[in-house]
């Protein structure tokens, strides 16, 4: 952390140099008003104080102490501004890396701990380098400013001595650096844990009360907390360990210092004057070992969350390096004896896949649940390090070798799980294009039937949804999906189980559309429902990671298998529904 640290002080050589001079300027004139009043205790001791003596040291007195004050404030300002600064782009950092990671590194890190690391750590780092910089640079510029005075215009024996028990307490406290480190580290993870616990309730809430789970949740989440407390309890035992002892240190620092001065006195080699500076010079030195014990604290702290911060910074979510060949078109798909397995799993999931998808192609693939659908279309998306041994390739070249930007402008995915955001209807769609036109948008919602939804809604396209606005439905959610997808005309569109929450009729329309409107472009569909692949030109049926049942679908019914009980099973079922 600290070679960091240094590293960016050196790229800002202004603000750091000044706030040292500065910090210096204002050590030195720390000693000034104490100086003084020692001069002025001698004189009064002497009998020789006059008026024009007494204004002088309180002019002196008053201009030093507002010049401390103008020059605190211009350093301590300095710095801090340049803490915030320094947050500020390392949190872009960190956001630009966290929007190239991909899926893997998804896996491994839960959201309220990746929260934690783009909030608190990274404060505390800006804390480290600002308030532990400032802790650092004044209290060893008024440690040593206050140690010379002292030599200089009192006694070194004196001094020596008295700063003995301050070193013995400097030694205690690097004794607990290291216990200090780990409490922070457990400290820090029991609260980016229950962040997430608080996340994933907020989320799911309504199932929660569904299933009448609100109090189990209640004491985990008690427990949780308690968790958190046991560990700020240990903590706060050591912090609190510190200012005691420091006390103890301190008091025995000015009793060495004052039963020695007061023997240089009767030996007439100390004035009265000199001993009451000397006190107030020790409890100003043990104020700064203070300040100094503080930065150990401040640099745990510090360099726990540097350790976070730096895992993302260099986490590797396992996606081999992107090719750099420019992929302009989707020609062919072609997957030959492929087989994936992913990377925390100790079995493939998809096995040996031949399969060949030309352009203008609408591939329809169904299957039981878990049998590797989604599995198969990740391979395209990249998502996941692809299996070199096995052949996925692109217009007969090998996927990774392509440009992974290349490769996602040209495919449009529309996932099972819907993400919008709360934000209004247009940006959501306009999320697929962001130049799209108004009569565009008003296109795909028609291909998406969702016009007459729209119409209902009192903003139309303005119309603010997700959180801070209208609650819509699983089906308009997803229609609201497929119009993304649409917008951006892609070159290969992937709809990934995106209609299961729309009625079988609207599904077939909406379809439809899409056969119509794609016509000599590639369209996947992974779906539940056969009718919505009727149409497609082939389909496969997966079980258990394999390719069971390859064909059209006239030639799958012929072949009686999944494909043909499936279909009877869900005609069965529709003319049930439609008789109701
Ligand atoms: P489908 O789309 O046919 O429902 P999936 O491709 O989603 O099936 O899942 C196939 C299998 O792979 C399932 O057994 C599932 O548990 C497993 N699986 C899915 N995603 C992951 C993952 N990220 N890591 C490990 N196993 C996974």
Redesign the pocket.
């Given at each position: 952390m600290l070679s960091i640290f240094w590293s960016y002080i050196k790229k800002h050589p202004y603000i750091y140099g000044i706030t040292t001079l500065f910090a210096l300027l204002s050590s030195a004139l720390a000693v000034v008003p104490n100086y003084l009043i020692q001069q002025f205790i001698d004189s009064m001791v002497n009998q020789n104080l006059t008026n024009e003596n007494l204004f002088f040291y309180l002019g002196i007195f008053l201009a030093a102490i507002v010049l401390i004050y103008l020059v605190d404030i211009t350093w301590v300002v300095l710095l801090f501004s340049q803490s915030y600064r320094y947050q500020n782009s390392l949190r872009s950092q960190l956001y630009r890396r966290l929007l190239q990671l991909r899926?893997?590194f998804y896996?491994r890190f839960r959201s309220g701990d990746l929260m934690t690391r783009m909030t608190s750590d990274i404060e505390f780092l800006g804390d480290t380098i600002g308030y532990g910089f400032m802790l650092i640079v004044s209290n060893i510029t008024w440690a040593l400013s206050i140690l010379i005075i002292m030599i200089l215009t009192i006694s070194w024996k004196v001094t020596l001595l008295s700063v003995l028990p301050l070193l013995f307490f400097a030694w205690f406290v690097f004794k607990l650096w290291k216990k200090v480190d780990v409490l922070y580290e457990a400290n820090r993870d029991a609260v980016a844990t229950l962040s997430n616990e608080v996340l994933e309730v907020v989320d799911g809430v309504r199932v929660m009360r569904a299933y009448g789970k609100k109090e189990l949740e209640q004491q985990q989440f008690k427990k949780r907390t308690s968790q958190v407390l046991e560990k700020a309890n240990q903590l706060v035992l050591y912090n609190g360990a510190v200012g005691p002892i420091a006390k103890l240190f301190t008091g025995l620092s000015m009793a060495l210092g004052l039963v020695y001065s007061a023997y240089l006195i009767g030996q007439g080699q100390m004035t009265v004057g000199e001993l009451i500076s000397f006190q107030i010079y020790l409890g100003m030195l043990s104020g700064s070992i203070w300040g100094l014990s503080d930065i150990v604290l401040v640099y745990q702290q510090g360099n726990v969350s540097f350790r976070k911060v730096e895992e993302i910074l260099e986490a590797d979510d396992l996606v081999e390096t992107s090719g750099n060949q420019p992929l302009t078109g989707i020609e062919s798909i072609s997957f030959q004896d492929y087989s994936f397995q992913?990377?925390?799993?100790d079995t493939p999931?998809?096995e040996k896949i031949n399969l060949e998808i030309k352009q203008g192609e609408t591939l329809g693939?169904v299957?039981?649940?878990?049998?590797?659908?989604?599995?198969?279309i990740?391979q395209l998306l990249r998502q996941?390090p692809v299996n070199p041994t096995g052949g996925l390739a692109i217009n007969d070249q090998p996927i990774q070798q392509y440009h992974i930007a290349d490769l996602e402008k040209l495919i449009g995915y529309v996932p099972?799980e819907h993400i919008l955001f709360s934000k209004n209807v247009a940006y959501n769609i306009r999320f697929g294009k962001t130049q799209a036109t108004e009569q565009e948008i008003h296109d795909v919602v028609a291909f998406a039937d969702f016009t007459k939804d729209l119409n209902r809604m009192t903003r139309g396209l303005d119309t603010l949804i997700g959180e801070k606005g209208v609650s819509i439905s699983g089906g308009q959610k997803q229609r609201i999906a497929i119009a993304r997808g649409l917008i951006r005309e892609p070159e290969l569109l992937i709809l990934?189980?995106s209609l299961s929450a729309v009625d079988a009729k609207t599904e077939q329309v909406i379809i439809q559309n899409i056969q119509d409107i794609r016509q000599g472009q590639t369209t996947i569909i992974?779906t539940h429902r056969l009718s919505a692949v009727a149409k497609a030109h082939k389909v496969i049926v997966?079980d258990q990671?394999k390719i069971a049942e390859y064909g059209t679908p006239e030639a799958l019914l012929a072949q009686k298998g999944w494909y043909y009980e499936q279909h009877l099973k869900q005609q069965l079922e529709e003319n049930q529904h439609e008789n109701i």
């Open positions: 899926t893997p896996e992913y990377p925390t799993s999931t998809i693939i299957g039981p649940t878990g049998s590797g659908k989604t599995t198969l990740r996941y099972q990934d189980d992974i997966m990671g």
